[in-house]
């Protein structure tokens, strides 16, 4: 049982660049979220998604697009990267909103 | 926006010691969650409480929920080097604020 996983572990984009941050999950989850956690802080909401084809901002959504055509799938996209979306970002799951969260390992992105 | 402050922000302690550890919010919590995270891997659910006054145990773990709901702590008995992290408090129903933590380094 896999869980959540996300790939790139890491990344280094040059600023301007584009990327797709990718997630998956096989539970069977309705509720998919991504966040962004800088050195030393808590996570922050970027995005999250209730259920195929339903996705909401979260407390930090600027610069980053999300999509969710799939039950399974919630992609990340960073439009024209900046150093400050240097950070680990996780993508979560969970079967509903009052339910335990599952994360992620993280990707790592650096941009310089 | 309702805010979450964790205190303290890090703590170095002996193998053996007692902590306790702090999550307050100006609003009221509809539910608090505690989680813990290890370097380089996501947080993990320690445990969710829901009833102001609430006391749950996890082995050497105790978590209260306030009377008021507006603050909760997160009390370890004995540390030990496996309960080295970053201790964190979350609530929300998935629009989810997180603290920004206690980092707790057990020395052995």
């Known amino acids: 049982n896999a869980g959540v996983t996300q790939t790139p572990k890491f990344r280094i984009l040059k600023i301007g660049q584009s990327m797709t941050l990718q997630c998956t999950q096989d539970?069977?989850?309705?509720?998919m979220y991504w966040y962004r956690q800088d050195p030393g802080m808590g996570l922050k909401l970027i995005y999250y998604?209730?259920?195929?084809?339903?996705?909401d901002k979260g407390e930090v959504p600027n610069g980053y697009n999300v999509s969710r055509s799939t039950t399974e799938d919630f992609p990340l996209r960073l439009e024209l990267a900046a150093p400050s979306q240097t950070s680990v970002y996780f993508c979560?799951?969970?079967?509903?909103?009052?339910?335990?969260?599952?994360f992620g390992p993280g990707t790592r992105l650096t941009v310089l | 926006t309702q805010l979450l402050e964790q205190s303290p922000q890090f703590l170095s302690i002996q193998e053996g010691e007692n902590l306790t550890v702090y999550c307050n919010s100006s609003?009221?919590?509809?539910?608090l969650q505690w989680y813990r995270q290890e370097p380089g891997e996501g947080p993990v659910l320690l445990v969710t409480?829901?009833?102001?006054?609430e006391v749950k145990k996890l082995k050497r773990l105790t978590f209260q929920f306030g009377d008021a709901r507006k603050d909760s702590s997160l009390h370890i008995t004995a540390a030990q080097p496996g309960d080295t992290g970053l201790y964190l408090c979350?609530?929300?129903?998935?629009?989810?604020?997180f603290g920004t933590g206690t980092r707790l380094k057990v020395l052995a």
């Open positions: 979560a799951s969970s079967y509903s909103q009052y339910n335990e969260q599952f």
């Open positions: 539970m069977n989850h309705n509720y």
């Open positions: 998604s209730v259920g195929a084809g339903i996705t």
């Open positions: 609003s009221v919590f509809s539910s």
């Open positions: 409480v829901v009833t102001g006054g």
């Open positions: 979350t609530t929300g129903t998935y629009k989810y604020i």
